[in-house]
């Protein structure tokens, strides 16, 4: 039954990053009543939470922007190739003043409760306050990589220096000169921030767990003549990027790595090198991600680089994995990481050989020393894809929760609807093309998919739609049986859904989609056409 004492809505978006903008812009364009609750003051979501020092793109800025609207893509000039945070968290603010985004979100409020009404076929949304909505249509847009994660470590909150997580970064520059900083981490995330801190610290100290593969992003402004180039070229970098199995401007070379000789693949990786971007990872030869030999080619190549470019062979050892091969893991681009290494004030600590014991009033303890620090930086990441669903008590159908729904691994259809969960809709959820793409290109297909569903439920009178059970075990076995031959399920990383730092979360479980962007969209354009083939309508 609907709730009389709630605000009621045709639409509910949780979530004002990128996705639920749009979100919110399509469906305003059909004429519902929607409202946005987030969490955070303003809009932006990643942008918007992570303003540690070297946040930036690792998609070229021109790749990553909305693509929908051509005045958008006239007016709006990036200045970078590969963007920095706030001048990122500019152009969400940009979008929102331009299409008039913001009456319809309600900010500072975090979504705890989503109950589904079977009576009315509503959805009721409750917020941190107690407060209360209902809403035909739920619609999340919580984001991938939303809910910061700290390590399980002894005495953090005793620490009587400052602390920050880079995901909760604060909204003010911290002035790192002359500080003694500690920097726990070293992912994407870690990667960036220790470039960056390291050019004004007094003392770095960088406690690493697992070495990532790293390769040059090759930033740089844009040029005049780029950016008139760019502008005219939209069309073919939209295109270029659909057609491209992560949504990037890089896409696979014919050839494979095993077929080359020796003196072939280097010449190649040595360009790829030399090139902006994701080239390296994403438009490689495509048996990298597949073959173990192939990839081997590549994992030795960037361990050649991490040797030649730092100077003590011992902390060149250290950085270099020995444990997964080249791009199995999310791959981290750097501007000097490396070289990092070879400044006097700054220190490596590997945690495998010496574990941190506990944070202590003055810094870290380890096995075989305390450190002294006036900041500890925690750069450990998120509880990737999940972690958004699990903070909200989701629950569909008879009362059955989300999180039981997915306790052996996410179940959806098209990564955009769970069965039992009617008039409910995923944007980027887990397996879902968007999850390892680049991510606004997918966004943007999400959201024109779920608005175009609406659009036909309007012209034939529906007012509920569900996946039924058999689309979803089809749905779910197609993203296990296309994931299989890649080398990153036969690794421990976020996305497989692996976290030392959370409970219950050290067995494999999918959450992505691997088959590629354009098989994605090609099986949701074909479930449209056969009049969403996989989904039941009703009144
Ligand atoms: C440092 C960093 C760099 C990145 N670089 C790239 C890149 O180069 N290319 C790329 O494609 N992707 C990148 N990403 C991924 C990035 O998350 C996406 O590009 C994109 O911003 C996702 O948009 P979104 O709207 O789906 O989610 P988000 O931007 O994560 O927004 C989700 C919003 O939902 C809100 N929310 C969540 N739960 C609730 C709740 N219960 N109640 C209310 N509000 C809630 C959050 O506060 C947040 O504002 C990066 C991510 C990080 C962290």
Not at 211 to 222: E, F, Q, R, T, V
Not at 342 to 347: A, D, H, L, R, S
Request: aromatic share 12%.
């Amino acid at each position: 039954m609907t709730d009389e004492s709630s605000d009621q809505f045709d639409a509910i978006i949780i979530g004002a990053g990128m996705a639920g903008l749009y979100q919110l812009y399509r469906l305003r364009e059909l004429g519902m009543s929607v409202r946005v609750f987030e969490a955070g003051s303003d809009v932006g979501g990643t942008w918007y939470w992570n303003r540690y020092p070297g946040a930036r793109f690792d998609s070229e800025s021109y790749s990553y922007g909305y693509s929908f609207s051509k005045e958008l893509l006239e007016d709006w000039e990036w200045k970078e190739h590969f963007s920095g945070q706030p001048e990122n968290l500019k152009y969400v603010n940009y979008v929102a003043d331009k299409f008039d985004l913001r009456r319809e979100i309600q900010f500072d409020n975090q979504v705890k409760a989503c109950h589904f009404n079977e009576a009315s076929k509503s959805w009721t949304v409750t917020l941190e306050d107690g407060s209360r909505a209902t809403c035909r249509y739920l619609i999340t847009a919580i984001g991938v990589l939303s809910v910061p994660v700290m390590p399980v470590i002894d005495g953090i909150k005793n620490f009587e220096g400052e602390s920050f997580h880079t995901g909760e970064w604060p909204h003010e520059p911290v002035d790192f000169r002359d500080t003694r900083v500690a920097v726990i981490g070293t992912g994407a995330t870690g990667v960036q921030a220790i470039t960056e801190i390291a050019k004004t610290v007094g003392h770095l100290t960088v406690f690493q767990r697992t070495p990532n593969y790293c390769a040059p992003l090759h930033n740089g402004l844009i040029t005049p003549e780029e950016q008139s180039e760019i502008k005219a070229n939209y069309d073919e970098i939209f295109s270029k990027c659909k057609t491209s199995h992560g949504a990037f401007i890089h896409n696979p070379v014919r050839g494979k790595a095993v077929d080359q000789t020796p003196d072939e693949r280097e010449e190649f990786y040595e360009k790829l090198y030399t090139e902006r971007g994701f080239g390296i990872w994403m438009g490689n030869y495509r048996d990298i991600m597949i073959d173990e030999a192939a990839n081997e080619t590549i994992s030795q190549f960037i361990k050649k680089k991490i040797r030649a470019r730092v100077e003590d062979p011992a902390v060149a050892e250290k950085l270099i994995p020995h444990d997964h091969g080249f791009g199995t893991r999310r791959l981290p681009l750097e501007s000097g990481y490396f070289e990092v290494y070879n400044q006097n004030n700054v220190k490596l600590v590997d945690v495998r050989e010496t574990p941190i014991e506990r944070v202590t009033a003055k810094g870290v303890q380890t096995s075989n020393q305390e450190y002294e620090f006036d900041y500890i930086i925690y750069a450990t990441g998120f509880d990737a894809v999940l972690g958004a669903f699990n903070r909200i008590d989701f629950r569909g159908v008879g009362g059955v929760t989300l999180k039981d729904k997915w306790a052996a691994g996410p179940r959806t259809f098209l990564g955009i609807q769970v069965e039992g969960f009617p008039n409910m809709f995923t944007l980027v959820g887990p397996h879902n093309a968007a999850t390892f793409c680049n991510i606004p290109r997918c966004i943007e297909q999400n959201v024109e998919w779920v608005s175009d569903l609406f659009r036909h439920m309007q012209a034939k009178g529906h007012t509920s739609v569900a996946a039924t059970k058999a689309a979803v075990d089809e749905w779910t076995e197609h993203v296990h049986e296309t994931s299989e031959r890649m080398l990153f399920t036969k690794v421990d990383s976020w996305f497989m859904g692996i976290n030392q730092n959370l409970k219950g979360r050290d067995t494999r479980k999918f959450l992505l989609y691997a088959a590629g962007v354009p098989k994605y969209n090609e099986m949701c354009d074909e479930v449209a056409a056969n009049g969403y083939k996989g989904f039941t309508f009703g009144t």
